[in-house]
């Protein structure tokens, strides 16, 4: 069984999707892109920019289901261009605690968006060194 999650603060689109799902011990983030929540303004023009605003919702939405980033276990991320990945990287290794979630990163031609990020996040616990 599964339930579906919107959350009122995190950036709304006239799109169906839900911003989350939470199936078993699991919760299925949406992609996000680097939107302002309220005004679906895209947060500057630099994959710094963007990569915190869409780390930032995801936070929100997370938040909804009493969880953090800490419980991300999983990453799917998309950018629009190659030469953004250093930056990404730094970006990416300041926003999140060690152990680092599994991801993978393509490029891929997204239009405005630098940035794409979906995720899977473990309810249970937070990830930890095994």
């Not at 919107?6 to 996000?32: K, R």
């Not at 679906?40 to 919702?57: D, V």
Request: aromatic share 10%; net charge negative.
């Amino acid at each position: 069984m599964s339930k579906a999650i919107w959350s009122e603060q995190a950036p709304q689109f006239p799109l169906p999707f839900s911003h989350a799902v939470i199936a078993g011990d699991f919760v299925y983030v949406a992609g996000q892109v680097g939107v302002f929540p309220y005004t679906r303004e895209i947060a500057g023009n630099t994959i710094e920019e963007q990569t915190k605003q869409t780390i930032a919702n995801i936070e929100i939405i997370l938040k909804t289901v009493g969880l953090t980033l800490d419980h991300i276990v999983k990453m799917d991320v998309h950018l629009s261009k190659s030469e953004d990945l250093p930056a990404y990287n730094k970006t990416y290794s300041e926003l999140f605690n060690q152990p680092y979630p599994a991801r993978t990163t393509v490029v891929s031609g997204i239009g405005d968006y630098l940035i794409e990020v979906d995720c899977v996040a473990y309810a249970p616990q937070p990830r930890s060194r095994g």
